[in-house]
């Protein structure tokens, strides 16, 4: 354990710029394949992990289905497998299938191929602007962020300056953990809240907001699972006697958001079954406005056969 000070702080979110401007560059070079409008390629995955991140491929998979959508219509929803993991070191090509198009609604799905193999499946549905009914819960409490330190930041002065395997450091997202922190032994109630922004402030571009939110929207459902089981988080993350993995990622974009601004994740999981764990989640901005909800199921196995 080391101290936090001013300079870790600013230390994590240069890393955290830096590795958004490097995810944003990315994201702009997904190229269309020669010869296919429909058929998109992008070079080998950047960040930390031994495999491709899902929200990466997620956010990827909707810039290829945008780039066939009028650019009136938004994203409203979107629905993914995983089924395979992929690799980091590999291109990947995303094959867009045109399912729809109405006066009110776009729909594409979108398969993320590494050597000719699905790593995954997605469909996006495309809204055009129209008003309509509209109503709302009540919204979520927590701390400010100004209270909660960020995760980068507590990980890295929990391990002297060092960051345990596959800890996702730097992610291109500020994230503060109000409730306990998946790396906290401590038996949770399985609710997680958690908040996020991007440290920069970045252009009016709403398909480059929803494609940050979808990515961070992955991040830590997983967290609401196993804090509520003994897991050890490093041996998690480092796959020593645990696997885990996302099966599916549901997302819904009720209105327009920013990534830039505060928003408030805030994570549930209500059962777990058969070694699969499944997530809500809802995040709202600091004003307390519902923008977007999510739902995932995860797989968590132990490597002699059983579960966790």
Known sequence: MITVTNELHEQARQDRIAMLRRLIDRMGRIAPAEGDGDRFLIEPAIGAFDRVYGGQSLAEALIAAART???????????????????????????????????SFS???????????????????????????????????????????PRDVALLARNGGELPKNAGVPWPIDLRHVDQP??????????HRVWMRADEELPDDPLLHACLLLYASDLTMADAVTNQHPIVWEDLIA???????????????????????WLLHVQESTRAADGRGFTTGRFYDRSGVLVASVAQE???????????
């Open 69 to 103: 959508v009028d650019q009136g219509r938004r994203l409203n929803s979107a629905h993914c497998y995983f089924l395979r993991l992929g690799d980091p070191r590999k291109p990947v090509v995303y094959v867009v299938d045109r399912l729809r198009d109405t006066r």
């Open 107 to 149: 729909v594409r799905q979108v398969r993320a191929e590494q050597d000719g193999q699905a790593i995954i499946t997605a469909t996006f549905s495309f809204a055009a602007s129209f008003g309509g009914i509209e109503h709302q819960g009540p919204a979520a409490d927590a701390p400010p962020p100004e209270e909660v330190l």
């Open 182 to 191: 998946p790396w906290d032994q401590r038996i949770g109630d399985g609710r």
């Open 239 to 261: 796959a020593r006697g645990l696997f885990g993995a996302s099966l599916d990622h549901a997302f819904w974009l009720h209105v327009p958001a920013r990534i830039d601004q």
């Open 298 to 308: 995860i797989f968590i196995k132990d490597m002699s056969g059983g579960t966790a």
